[in-house]
Antibody, heavy 123, light 107 residues
């Protein structure tokens, strides 16, 4: 069974850097074809695709946020870390991580997702 | 960046009725489209992938169709637990964008 859980601060100040950790079980990021992505959702609004990292360290970023985002993996800890610099109140959102695989029937779709973590940006 | 436009924004129906949700892409995404369901306070759940394939454990009343730029999610007979927000997503081009969602509410 694949599970993911996001962790990090619930409150950050404007201009600070946000660091979120996705800790997962039921799969390994050393396995060919596997990846973990990050998605966010401002309160009452739509989902926004942020970043994705694959087992081979291939990384993809949202073009609109690329200058502020960094995604890394720690295979030994079963963790993926997302950092976002220069936080602003508009970045207030629930941040989700999700599993993805490029092999198999359900190829390259987020399934399953973590429960999400709400991050508020306020002074 | 591919823009996905979902319609309607809100759909008000009664249990037992048929629901038809639309997702239109700003350019062709072939069949690389998925649908997710999100209930209040929960993470999204994958329903349909590659336009027409039901994910594991998804009831047969959910079906997806379409290719290119026009896609449809159909719920044949609404159950009380189906009232939620539905999002489409494409994986044809980076970034793998989402639509703005359709809220399916009880009439």
């Amino acid at each position: 069974q694949i599970t993911l859980k996001e962790s990090g601060p619930t409150l950050v100040k404007p201009t600070q850097t946000l660091t979120l950790t996705c800790t997962f079980s039921g799969f390994s990021l050393s396995t060919s074809g596997v990846g973990v992505g990050w998605i966010r959702q401002p309160p009452g609004k739509a989902l926004e695709w942020l970043a994705l990292i694959y087992w081979n360290d291939d990384k993809r970023y949202s073009p609109s946020l690329k200058s502020r985002l960094t995604i890394t993996k720690d295979t030994s800890k079963n963790q993926v870390v997302l950092t976002m610099t220069n936080m602003d109140p508009v970045d207030t959102a629930t941040y989700y991580c999700a599993h993805i695989t490029i092999f198999g029937v359900v190829s390259n779709w987020f399934d399953p997702w973590g429960q999400g973590t709400l991050v508020t940006v306020s002074s | 960046e591919i823009v996905l436009t979902q319609s309607p924004a809100t759909l008000s129906l009664s249990p037992g009725e048929r629901a038809t949700l639309s997702c239109r892409a700003s350019q062709s995404v072939s069949s690389y489209l998925a649908w997710y369901q999100q209930k209040p306070g929960q993470a999204p759940r994958l329903l349909i992938y590659d336009a027409s394939n039901r994910a594991t454990g998804i009831p047969a009343r959910f079906s997806g169709s379409g290719s290119g730029t026009d896609f449809t999610l159909t719920i044949s007979s609404l159950e009380p637990e189906d009232f939620a927000v539905y999002y489409c997503q494409q994986r044809s081009n980076w970034p793998h964008t989402f639509g703005q969602g359709t809220k399916l509410e009880i009439k």
